[in-house]
């Protein structure tokens, strides 16, 4: 069905390719606006009255356009899904400049709506050669999106560790806060209560530097306050163990990234003292090699 | 049958018969006939056939799933009839439209005819329009045409559109055509993906930028230098500033090249797909963007194209040598071919990370030059709300030292001005009523935000939201090229009701690209109360775009007539108006359509994720329900 065999429209034709754009906006300046506004000399003939279902009048209509959707209609979308994600964002091996090498694990899941989820954090770092000793500490939180870039968390953290026959694990109460600040610096910062009274917070935060697409070289620092003295653990009031961290990964995807690192471990003030009268270096390079696996 | 002649190729024409036999044939016994050819491969994308919906007794659609040969691969996706894109459809204006949708998929499937104005319960949209069409079921639409030019229809249930289903529809008018061309052609865009929407959604949710492989890095630091006209120390200091506000300025495209295969008339652009046209040929393209996520910017090199209509609506024609096409928009533009040679139909995604082309030649088989792509664009100040100063591609280095969130202190002086004649400027959708609403000089500019539309926006609270009628939209205008801007659109006639509006309503375009939820004034659909036009009335309503995407805006049922800042008589009226990031777009809508319709930003993962409404157009704006989501 060609047009034009269909209906001569010839008039039309010859106004169409006389009329191109400079033309239509210089005429217009000169042309009424009474005029202007009709080209071609006609309002459109629309049909009248509301275009209503079969079998319906226009009352009947606008009673049900008044009212919730009859039952049996489903959801228009579906914006309230539950999703879910988990990170392993560090899964390595670490071999320090002095000490024995470890395997270190730390990854975070969430699932959950929008704005409310069940969050996980946990980490954990286990002897690879000698004598069996290892530490975790597991975090169970809700999780409650407060403004566009945080969110607020409380929930529980049960941290163990073992070395040989000894077996000891602590229970605390936690809040949280995680977000990104300005700059896109993530933040994960979290204030723990101990069963035995211990008070401390944490503090982490991450940067992605993009040197290729793939390639991304990624600042880490960690550090923790604490109230008091906690000598099993070798910490003292004040600053605790400081690390500084930087990881370069290779994104084969999104999802599989491994990469190589090195750690700044130190301690300072009293968490030092307490570390060298317990025969450690206040000071230990760490050099990591790892994956980094989103599910 | 006589339009297809012209309008598939020789090649497509002589497979579509036997095809269109097994489909009659399928659709009248029963069986599942269409999804095997006799080889026993999967049938291929494109060979999509035509249909008369206003003909003797109607049309059967049939909804599979299944293999199918696209994008260079074999995906599993959704097909109308055996193909991807489905049928183009036919109807001649004032007749009656019979459409009976066979759903032989497991899953309920809905069909919305896009751009046509019907009863409510003919629109296709599941928990609004009807139940949708349960698996194994078949629901027959019937209504008049109303109306004639270029529209297209598509599923309006899940992820399906991403999945193939969609397809052109064409309305005949009923009187002479005032669009003089020797031939027409369909042209439709679209994007697939082989993977699971589901799972493209998941990525999105979880992982920010998932599909962004050109982000701001070390090694593109010179490109961007380029890009943006500034030296290295202008650059860190605009990526300083960006990464202050947390915000990335290569966020162009949810979903990009890095998944997507871009699509015309379902082939890629290595399969090269054909489009028939005659030495001196004038030639009418149809061009509907179908796609999911991609905005396509379309040009033939060489050749100028004189845009003849928009949204099926007929607009003085206006020649350019590119225009953008927003998702879910409609264009038909008219070519002359030249006596010499083919011609490349060039499509190029948003953000550049890829392209669909098409030949058009007499002969297929022949290969037009493909052009050199261009550099990706990037976010500039402008898009924030931010076009003081050197026109939004410089003045970024001074970010850094601005003291607010965001940097934006220094906009804030510019606040007294947002007002304007709006006192009102606060939360939500305010409404004015009474008096006859101003139809020509509106205000340029509106304030962002405010700021507290809660987590599900990220909002620049103290910059403004412009006018930007005239902008090409990002990476466009400044290689010399005439690019279609919505200003250029002036309606070829004007429609019957153009009386000024009496009420105004706010919408805020908001979102959080961290978390992924979009929505209205800071709410996604199930948050938020039903929009409500009373029935009679002329509505004015302004959107702002609070976000620093562009999000094409659907209306259900109702036009909306687009301030272009002409004559009121002259402004095009439109059903999907695309609103730029920062941008403050004014459209006027006769609430004439009794019911209830659906609005919504027509990128599919941002309307899944909240952003929409349920629009009531009832006696009372009132009365009626709290939450349509029940």
Known sequence: MRITDVWPTHVVLAWLLAVGLPAAEAAEEKIPRDHAHHPSGAEEAEPVGPKLPQGMTLDEVLDRAA???????????????????????????????????????????????????????????????????????????????????????????????????????????????????????????????????????EAEGEYDLRVTQRLVLQPRADFSLFAQDIPEQHVGAGLGPVDLDVRLRYEFTRRFAPYLGIRYHVTVGETADLVEAAGEKTEQLVFLGGLRIAW | ????????????????????????????????????????????????????????????????????????????????????????????????????????????????????????????????????????????????????????????????????????????????????????????????????????????????GYYNFQRPILANLGQEMEIRGMDLGGVLASRAAWNRMRMDESDISDVTGATYKYLINGRTADENPHIRAEPGQRVRLRMVN????????????????????????????????????????????????????????FAEVMDRSGYARATLSPMSAVAAE?????????????????????????????????????????????????????????????????????????????????????????????????????????????????????????????????????????????????QYIWGFDGKKWSEADVLRFRYGERLRINFINDTMMNHPLHLHGMWMDLYAGHAYSENPRKHTVNVQPAELVTVDISADAPGQWAFHCHLLYHMEMGMFRTVAVVRSVTEGVANADH
């Open chain 2, 290 to 345: 179908a796609s999911a996520m991609t905005y396509y910017d379309v040009r033939l090199p060489g050749l100028p194209m004189t845009v003849v209509q928009a949204d099926g609506q007929n607009v003085r024609p206006v020649e350019v040598d590119e225009l953008r096409i927003t998702v879910a928009e409609t264009y038909d533009v008219v070519v002359t071919m030249p006596a010499d040679r083919a011609v490349t139909l």
């Open chain 2, 1 to 208: 049958m006589n339009a297809d002649h012209d309008h598939l190729s020789e090649w497509t024409r002589l497979s579509r018969r036997g095809f269109l036999s097994a489909a009659t044939i399928a659709a009248l016994t029963g069986c599942s006939g269409l999804r095997t050819t006799r080889s026993g491969a999967p049938p291929v994308a494109g060979n999509f056939s035509e249909l008369d919906a206003t003909g003797e007794g109607g049309i059967d659609l049939v909804l599979e799933r299944g293999p199918l040969q696209i994008g260079g691969g074999i995906g599993n996706a959704i097909t109308v009839n055996g193909s991807v894109p489905g049928p183009v459809i036919r109807m001649t204006e004032g007749k009656e439209a019979v459409i009976r949708v066979h759903n032989r998929m497991g899953e309920s499937t809905s069909i919305h005819w896009h751009g046509i104005l019907l009863p409510f319960t003919m629109d296709g949209v599941p928990g609004i329009s009807f139940a949708g069409i349960p698996a194994g079921e078949t629901f027959t639409y019937r209504f008049r045409v109303r109306q004639n030019g270029t529209y297209w229809y598509h599923s309006h249930s899940g992820m399906q559109e991403q999945l193939g289903l969609y397809g052109q529809l064409i309305v005949v008018p009923a009187g002479p055509d005032p669009v003089a061309a020797d031939v027409e052609r369909t042209v439709v865009l679209s994007d697939w993906t082989f993977e699971d929407p589901h799972a493209v959604m998941r990525k999105l949710k979880t992982m920010e």
């Open chain 2, 370 to 514: 493909v052009p050199e792509r261009r550099q990706r664009p990037l976010l500039t100040m402008a898009d924030m709300g931010m076009l003081h100063g050197a026109g939004g591609h410089a003045g970024m280095a001074g970010m850094g030292d601005h003291d607010s969130q965001g940097g934006m202190a220094g906009m804030a002086k510019h606040a007294d001005h947002a007002g304007m004649d709006h006192t009102a400027a606060g939360a939500g959708a305010h409404a004015a009523q009474g008096a006859t609403l101003a139809v020509t000089g509106l205000p340029d500019r509106r304030q962002h935000g405010p700021a507290d539309h809660g987590p599900g926006s990220i909002t620049m609270g103290h910059s403004m939201a412009y006018r930007r009628l005239d902008n090409p939209g990002l990476g466009l205008g400044d290689d010399g090229r005439r690019v279609l801007t919505y200003k250029h659109l002036r309606c070829l006639t004007t429609p019957a009701d153009r009386r000024a509006p009496t009420r105004e309503i706010d919408m805020h375009l908001t979102g959080n690209m961290h």
């Open chain 1, 67 to 201: 009212q919730a959707p009859p039952d049996g209609f489903p959801d228009a979308i579906n914006d309230n899904a539950i999703f879910s994600y988990a990170v392993l964002d560090q899964f390595e091996y670490r071999v320090p400049n002095h000490g024995e090498e470890r395997l270190g694990w730390e990854g975070m899941a969430w699932i959950g709506y929008d704005y409310d989820r069940l969050w996980i954090e946990h980490e954990g770092e286990r002897s690879v050669e000698g004598s069996e000793h290892g530490e975790t500490e597991t975090d169970l939180r809700y999780s409650r999106l407060v403004t566009a870039f945080w969110h607020a968390q409380g929930g529980v953290r049960y941290a163990n560790d073992w070395a040989d026959d000894v077996y000891a694990d602590t229970w605390s109460v936690v809040v949280a806060l995680q977000g990104v600040v300005p700059y896109m610096v993530e933040v994960d910062t979290s204030l723990a209560l101990s069963e035995d009274g211990d008070l401390w917070f």
